[in-house]
């Protein structure tokens, strides 16, 4: 009898030995935004009507799980690297979809073993998550700020033992908006819940914790200059079941470095013991922006630099701003011929009370100016090369759409080509509200500036006549 409870009891202390998972849960906290706007938080932006936007990405977390052990704080996940694949599409002017996949390839753990824990697999697919995002109020339909809905859906799928996936379906449901604070700082702000099913991890030798719904606050503050905006934010949870709540604090940038491409990078510190906030943590990756259908374009020529002098409007009086003096117009009125031939550099701008509307890349009805340019084109064969700049003003509604300066320089392009100017002397560049006319201060002022302007050069080996 000695003998028999000798072996069962060996037997317990062998089932007790025996590793004990950890409960599925997804334990990334982060959602990338991969619509327009701050990276962090959503800022109440959706992406245009049309427009694809694919975005990859690669994460790392350092210390992504810690708890109590023993009454010493441990980490138990020394470190996680993930990469993640988002899609995001603008169905309309207002509404957006969008879908990521996380992809684990990389972790290390210190301290599971050691507490009888399984270890979480090296690599797997996470939970995909699909998106829909709606835009109620929006500055470029002249509303003053930007407001959207979002409902996100985590779907029970992925590889089993990574901590990326749940057991049921979870929801993320928020709210964002977006304002502008001066002439370059957009703040957002967000409110939402995540619900998703409670996971308990409730290990002899760990801090038990709960793991459920959650209440997410998000604040950001974002610049609006172009190529390169600069953001921080600082996130924030709050757990229902355990009345807990964490902090993260991230700054990051994004840059343009051409039309379409985008790359940025993102890093900060998480203050509190929930799972999911690292120690620190980085990410950095590119995306690209397409738009849908038939791509009538023009190419464009970013090489082109002159050194134009500004003339006044077709009438001889001074554009308001030039302080360089009335230098006389060298566009020709209707019927007249054009001396524009023995120039080598000039430049004139569309002129008009308003030139674009806010937000818009549609042509004044009136274009008297582009019927004198189509005219001088086709009287004027020595001319070489026309550039089509596009321009935007400062405020909230331009900036958060790089490709604003471009549509507008492609509208004018489009007019010039369907009234006969030949495409291969026509190319395109796009500033931005990089070079304003007159101050972004005031609503006349940003009028001026919403504006594109056409550049002339004759082949370089022919000089200026008087």
């Given at each position: 009898?000695?003998?028999?409870?000798?072996?069962?009891?060996?037997?317990?202390?062998?089932?007790?030995?025996?590793?004990?998972?950890?409960?599925?849960?997804?334990?990334?906290r982060?959602?990338?935004?991969?619509g327009?706007?701050?990276?962090?938080?959503?800022?109440?932006?959706?992406?245009?009507?049309?427009?694809?936007?694919?975005?990859?990405?690669?994460?790392?977390q350092?210390?992504?799980?810690?708890?109590?052990?023993?009454?010493?704080?441990?980490?138990?996940?020394?470190?996680?690297?993930?990469?993640?694949?988002?899609?995001?599409?603008?169905?309309?002017?207002?509404?957006?979809?969008?879908?990521?996949?996380?992809?684990?390839?990389?972790?290390?753990?210190?301290?599971?073993?050691?507490?009888?824990?399984?270890?979480?697999?090296?690599n797997?697919?996470?939970?995909?998550?699909?998106?829909?995002?709606?835009?109620?109020?929006s500055?470029?339909?002249?509303?003053?700020?930007?407001?959207?809905?979002?409902?996100?859906?985590?779907?029970?799928?992925?590889?089993?033992?990574?901590?990326?996936?749940?057991?049921?379906?979870?929801?993320?449901?928020?709210?964002?908006?977006?304002?502008?604070?001066g002439?370059?700082?957009?703040?957002?702000f967000?409110?939402?819940?995540?619900?998703?099913?409670?996971?308990d991890?409730?290990?002899?030798?760990?801090?038990r914790?709960?793991?459920?719904?959650?209440?997410?606050?998000?604040?950001?503050?974002?610049?609006?200059?172009?190529p390169?905006?600069?953001?921080?934010?600082?996130?924030?949870?709050?757990?229902?079941?355990?009345?807990?709540?964490?902090?993260?604090?991230?700054?990051?940038?994004?840059?343009?470095?051409?039309?379409g491409?985008?790359?940025?990078?993102?890093?900060g510190?998480?203050?509190?013991?929930?799972?999911?906030?690292?120690?620190?943590?980085?990410?950095?990756?590119?995306?690209?922006?397409?738009?849908?259908?038939?791509?009538t374009?023009?190419?464009?020529?970013?090489?082109?630099?002159?050194?134009?002098?500004?003339?006044?409007?077709?009438?001889?009086?001074?554009?308001?701003?030039?302080?360089?003096?009335n230098?006389?117009?060298?566009?020709?009125?209707?019927?007249?011929?054009?001396?524009?031939?023995?120039v080598?550099?000039?430049?004139?701008?569309?002129?008009?009370?308003?030139?674009?509307?806010?937000?818009s890349?549609?042509?004044?009805?009136?274009?008297?100016?582009?019927?004198?340019?189509?005219?001088?084109?086709?009287t004027?064969?020595?001319?070489?090369?026309?550039?089509?700049?596009?321009?935007?003003?400062?405020s909230?509604?331009?900036?958060?759409?790089?490709?604003?300066?471009?549509?507008?320089a492609?509208a004018?392009?489009?007019?010039?080509?369907?009234?006969?100017?030949?495409?291969?002397?026509?190319?395109?560049?796009?500033?931005?509200?990089?070079?304003?006319?007159?101050?972004?201060?005031?609503?006349?002022?940003?009028?001026?500036?919403?504006?594109?302007?056409?550049?002339?050069?004759?082949p370089?080996?022919?000089?200026?006549?008087?």
């Open positions: 009898m000695g003998t028999l409870a000798a072996l069962l009891l060996a037997q317990g202390a062998l089932a007790q030995a025996e590793p004990v998972p950890l409960p599925d849960f997804i334990l990334e982060l959602e990338v935004n991969p327009p706007g701050p990276l962090a938080t959503g800022g109440g932006t959706v992406l245009r009507d049309g427009e694809l936007r694919v975005m990859v990405l690669g994460h790392y350092h210390e992504p799980l810690t708890l109590n052990v023993r009454g010493e704080s441990v980490p138990l996940l020394r470190s996680r690297s993930t990469g993640v694949l988002a899609v995001a599409l603008g169905l309309s002017s207002r509404l957006q979809v969008d879908v990521r996949v996380p992809v684990m390839t990389q972790r290390e753990g210190d301290r599971l073993s050691d507490e009888g824990l399984v270890a979480p697999v090296r797997g697919v996470g939970s995909p998550r699909a998106g829909v995002r709606m835009a109620i109020l500055t470029e339909e002249d509303d003053s700020v930007d407001l959207a809905a979002e409902v996100g859906v985590g779907l029970p799928m992925g590889t089993q033992g990574a901590l990326a996936r749940a057991s049921e379906t979870s929801l993320l449901a928020r709210v964002m908006v977006g304002g502008r604070l002439s370059i700082l957009a703040p957002s967000e409110i939402g819940t995540l619900l998703r099913p409670s996971a991890i409730n290990i002899n030798t760990l801090e914790r709960e793991i459920g719904t959650e209440l997410r606050l998000g604040a950001g503050l974002m610049t609006t200059g172009a390169l905006r600069a953001e921080v934010a600082l996130n924030a949870g709050l757990s229902f079941k355990q009345s807990q709540g964490a902090v993260e604090v991230l700054g990051g940038a994004r840059y343009a470095p051409r039309d491409v985008e790359l940025f990078a993102l890093g510190l998480g203050f509190g013991a929930e799972p999911g906030v690292p120690l620190f943590r980085l990410l950095a990756g590119v995306s690209f922006s397409y738009q849908l259908g038939e791509d374009r023009p190419d464009s020529d970013a090489s082109i630099v002159h050194e134009s002098v500004p003339l006044p409007a077709p009438g001889g009086g001074r554009r308001p701003g030039d302080s360089r003096g230098l006389g117009s060298q566009l020709p009125g209707p019927g007249e011929s054009s001396p524009i031939a023995n080598s550099r000039d430049r004139f701008v569309l002129e008009g009370r308003v030139y674009f509307r806010t937000g890349a549609e042509l004044p009805a009136e274009v008297a100016d582009l019927d004198r340019a189509v005219e001088m084109m086709l004027n064969p020595t001319v070489a090369v026309m550039t089509v700049d596009g321009h935007t003003d400062d909230r509604a331009e900036t958060l759409n790089p490709r604003l300066g471009r549509d507008r492609e004018v392009w489009r007019y010039l080509v369907e009234h006969g100017v030949p495409p291969n002397k026509l190319r395109l560049r796009s500033f931005g509200p990089q070079y304003p006319t007159q101050s972004n201060s005031t609503p006349e002022g940003r009028e001026r500036n919403r504006r594109v302007e056409l550049l002339l050069m004759l370089t080996n022919q000089e200026p006549t008087p």
